[in-house]
Every structure is written in C-alpha cells, then in structure tokens.
C-alpha cells in the first residue's frame, strides 16, 4: 500500500509540475507495442503516436502544436479546491483545441 500511495503522489507531483511550466508531453511508440491511450501525454494535453518508422505526421503535429498555440487560464472566484468543468469552442476550420484532463494539486 505504501508504494501505491508513493507511486500516485509522485504522479500527482509530476502532473501538477507539467501543468505549471505549460508542458504538453507527446509519446511515439510501435504499433507492436507500448500504451494504447493514457498516460502522461494525455494529461498534459500532448498525444499520444502509434508509428512505425515513419515519424514525419508525428513530429509535423507536434511541430504545429509547439508552434501554432493560445493558452487560456481559468481560476474560479473563492478559495474552493472544487474541481469545475468549462466548454472551450473554437470557429474556423482546422482548428482543434487541446486539454489537459487532469488538474494538479
């Protein structure tokens, strides 16, 4: 138990580090192997490649993500540590928008 409690705050701790220096985090990985979905990258509002040794779409989307970006911050009024859902909707086409699904501390 104590590793598990160990383990999950470290990840808590790596979550909430990522969030404050605005860090997306992308993984590449075999189709022949690696995590599905999940993870670190999915977090952080990165994303996750399935690739096998092509990496150009890869690194041209992350190039595009890296380059091309709008940061919006939302804090809610109060001291409440509630946690609050927001829509965000983009206009245009071509356009998406990445989140990241998990708050830090």
Do not use: C
């Not at 790596?14 to 992308?26: D, F, G, I, Q, W």
């Not at 779409?57 to 859902?85: C, F, N, T």
């Amino acid at each position: 138990r104590w590793a598990l409690r160990s383990m999950y705050q470290r990840w808590l701790d790596t979550v909430t580090a990522a969030a404050r220096a605005n860090l997306s985090v992308y993984s590449l990985v075999s189709r022949r192997g690696g995590p599905s979905s999940g993870g670190l990258n999915e977090v952080t509002g990165g994303e996750l490649f399935g690739t096998t040794s092509d990496l150009r779409p890869a690194v041209r989307r992350i190039w595009e993500d890296a380059s091309r970006h709008y940061m919006l911050g939302y804090w809610p009024s109060g001291s409440s540590k509630q946690l609050h859902s927001i829509q965000v909707k983009v206009a245009g086409k071509d356009r998406h928008v990445l989140t990241r699904r998990v708050r830090g501390s």
